[in-house]
C-alpha cells in the first residue's frame, strides 16, 4: 500500500512543485546576466548598468525565492489538503493505516524538499558559474581541501566524504524541518478545526523565524569549521591543528544528527498518535 | 455450513456507542444498532440527530468517545475500510482531478472494484469519464460519486443523502443501481430525508431522534401494514413540530 500511496503523493504534490521549481530555474537566466554585469566593473562604459544591476539583481532573487517557496509549500498543501481538507473523507476511508499515510505524505516531502534546495542551489551556482562572477570561491573551496581531511583520508574521497556527513547531516536538519511542520499542521487541523488554516498559517511564520535561526546557528558552525579545515578561513582563526578539527567536526556533527533523529522520531510519533487517536474529520 | 454461518453474522454492530463534538452535548450516547445481511436499511431522522455522524464513525473518519464498532465480527480498524462502502453527504474531490484518474485512484486502492460498471454506469448516467470534476455541477459530482461507491463488491454500502443534490429523473435509476447492485452478503444503510423516494427499496428502517436514540425501528413492509400508513406519514407524525 506504501508504494501506492508514494505514487498518488508524488504525482499530487508534482502538479504544484514544478511551478516553483520552474520559476526558480527561469529565474537563473535573468539572475547571470545581472551578476554579469555586476562583476564587469573594470569595464566603465558598464557602471551605470552596474548601478542598474543591482535593484535588478534584487528582483530576480525574490523571483528565485517565490520559485523556491511554492516548492518548499506544495508538500505541505498536499499534507493539509489530503488530511484535513475535504479530500480528507477519501484518505480515512481508504483501507491503510494512517501511519502508511503519514509515512508516505514525510518521504514525499523529503524528497520534494531536498530537490527544491538542489534546483535552487543547481540554479545559484550556474548563475555564478556562467557570470564568471564567484570562480574564486569555487577555486579556493577545491583547494582548500589540501589541508585537513586529506591528511587523515585519500585526496580523491575528501570530496565523497564531506558530500556524504553533510548529506546525512542536511537530510536530518530537511526532516526536523518537515516534521515540525507536519506536526503543527496536523496539531491545528485536530484542534483549530474551523480556523485550522489561519492558525497554521501564524504557526508557520512564528516557526518560520524561530527555526531558521535555530538551524543556522548548527550549519554556520558547521560550514565555518569546514570552510576553516579547508582554509577558506584562515587557519589562525580556530586554534586547532587541522586534523584535530577534522575530527571535532565530524563528530560535532554526528552528534548533532543523531538527536536530530531522535527528536525528528519524536515529531513523527506525536504527527502519528494525533492522526490516530485524535483526528476527527468533519 | 460454513457460508450459512458467515451469511447470518450481522454486517455491523455498534454497542453502547457515544460521541459528542461539545462537552455535555452529546450526539451520540449509549446507541445500540445492528445491521443484517441483504438489506436495505433506512436511518430516518430529522436534521441534526447524529445519521452522519453514526457513518462517520462507522467508517473511520471520526473517533468515538467510547463504545464498540464491530465490523463482520471484527473490532473496527483500517482493514475494515476494506469492506465498506461510503457516499459521504458531501464530494471530497479535488477539482482538478479528470473523472477516469478517480476510476484508477479506486481500482488501485480497492480490490474489489469493478471498472467496467463504473463505465458502464457514467454512461447511463452521460457523465463523460474524461470531464474534470470543476466543470461538473454539485449534482453530477453525487452522481459520479455515487458511480464510484456503488462499482464497489463492499460488504457494507453507507449512503450519506445520496438523492439530496440528484434530479428526480436520476433518483430512480440510482435507487434501481442501489438494489441491482448489491448482493445477498452485504447490507446498505440509507440516511436521507427524502424518505418517499427511498421507501419503495427499504427493507428495514428506524427513527433515530436526537441523542441517538431510536424511536422506532423493524421490517419496512410489516410497519406499512399493522400501521397501515407510509413510512414517509409515519415520519411526519413522529417528528411533527
Known amino acids: 500500500m506504501l508504494r501506492k500511496c508514494l505514487k498518488y503523493d508524488f504525482k499530487e504534490t508534482f502538479k504544484l512543485w514544478w511551478v516553483g521549481a520552474l520559476t526558480t530555474l527561469l529565474s537563473c537566466i535573468p539572475m547571470t546576466l545581472v551578476m554579469r554585469i555586476m562583476t564587469n566593473n573594470e569595464d566603465p562604459s558598464i557602471s551605470d548598468g552596474t548601478l542598474l544591476a543591482i535593484p535588478l539583481f534584487f528582483l530576480v532573487w525574490f523571483g ?42 514525510f ?93 497554521i498559517i501564524v504557526a508557520f511564520y512564528i516557526l518560520g523565524n524561530f527555526g531558521s535561526f535555530v538551524v543556522a546557528l548548527p550549519l554556520a558552525g558547521g560550514f565555518l569549521a569546514i570552510f576553516g579545515v579547508t582554509g577558506l578561513v584562515d587557519a589562525n582563526l580556530i586554534s586547532m591543528g587541522p586534523i584535530q578539527l577534522v575530527l571535532t567536526v565530524g563528530a560535532a556533527l554526528l552528534l548533532v544528527t543523531i538527536a536530530l533523529t531522535a527528536i525528528n522520531m519524536l515529531l513523527a510519533f506525536l504527527s502519528n498518535e494525533l492522526l490516530e487517536r485524535k483526528l476527527n474529520v468533519s | 455450513m460454513t457460508e450459512q454461518i458467515l451469511n447470518t453474522e450481522p454486517i ?7 460521541k459528542s463534538y461539545k462537552k455535555n452535548k452529546p ?33 473511520g473518519i471520526l473517533v468515538p468517545d467510547s463504545g464498540e464498532i464491530l465490523l463482520c465480527g471484527q473490532k473496527r480498524s483500517e482493514k475494515s475500510n476494506a469492506l465498506i462502502s461510503y457516499l459521504p453527504d458531501s464530494p471530497y474531490f479535488s ?41 461538473l455541477s454539485k449534482g453530477t459530482k453525487e452522481k459520479a460519486q455515487l458511480v464510484l461507491v456503488m462499482s464497489r463488491k ?55 431522534n436526537y441523542g441517538g436514540e431510536i424511536l422506532l425501528s423493524g421490517n419496512a413492509d410489516e410497519t406499512r401494514e399493522e400501521q397501515g400508513k407510509s413510512l414517509d406519514t409515519l415520519f411526519r407524525e413522529v417528528f411533527a413540530c
Open chain 2, 95 to 135: 477539482d482538478g482531478q479528470k473523472v477516469e484518474n478517480m476510476l484508477t485512484y479506486f481500482a488501485d486502492f480497492y480490490p474489489d472494484f469493478d471498472k467496467t460498471l463504473a463505465l458502464n454506469m457514467l454512461g447511463d448516467l452521460g457523465i463523460d469519464p474524461k470531464a474534470r470534476f470543476r466543470t
Open chain 2, 27 to 59: 450526539v451520540l450516547k449509549d446507541f445500540n444498532f445492528c445491521v443484517e445481511p441483504g438489506k436495505i436499511t433506512g436511518l430516518l431522522g430529522p436534521n441534526g440527530c447524529g445519521k452522519s455522524t453514526l457513518l462517520k464513525l462507522i467508517s
Open chain 1, 107 to 199: 518521504m514525499s516531502a523529503m524528497f520534494f524538499t531536498i530537490f527544491t534546495y538542489v534546483i535552487l542551489f543547481v540554479g545559484l551556482f550556474s548563475a555564478v558559474f556562467l557570470s564568471e562572477g564567484g570562480m574564486g570561491v569555487f577555486e579556493a573551496f577545491e583547494n582548500g581541501f589540501s589541508s585537513g581531511l586529506k591528511s587523515l583520508i585519500p585526496a580523491a574521497m575528501v570530496g565523497a566524504v564531506v558530500t556524504v556527513v553533510y548529506g546525512i547531516f542536511l537530510t536530518a536538519v530537511t526532516a526536523i524541518n518537515v516534521l515540525s511542520y507536519f506536526l503543527i499542521i496536523t496539531f491545528c487541523g485536530v484542534y483549530f478545526k474551523k480556523y485550522s488554516l489561519l492558525a
Open chain 2, 12 to 18: 455491523l454492530v455498534c454497542k453502547d456507542l457515544c
Open chain 1, 64 to 105: 528565485m525565492m517565490i520559485g523556491t517557496v511554492i516548492s518548499t509549500l506544495s508538500v505541505y498543501i498536499r499534507y493539509y489538503r489530503h488530511f484535513f481538507g475535504k479530500e480528507a473523507y477519501l484518505t480515512f476511508t481508504l483501507p491503510v493505516k494512517r501511519s502508511t499515510l503519514f509515512t508516505s505524505k
Open chain 2, 154 to 208: 463492499a460488504r457494507l454500502y453507507m449512503l450519506d443523502e445520496p438523492l439530496g443534490g440528484v434530479d428526480p429523473a436520476a433518483r430512480d435509476y440510482i435507487l434501481r443501481t442501489i438494489i441491482g447492485n448489491y448482493s445477498p452478503d452485504s447490507a446498505v444503510i440509507i440516511t436521507t430525508h427524502l424518505i418517499a423516494d427511498v421507501e419503495p427499496a427499504l427493507d428495514d428502517f428506524a427513527f433515530m
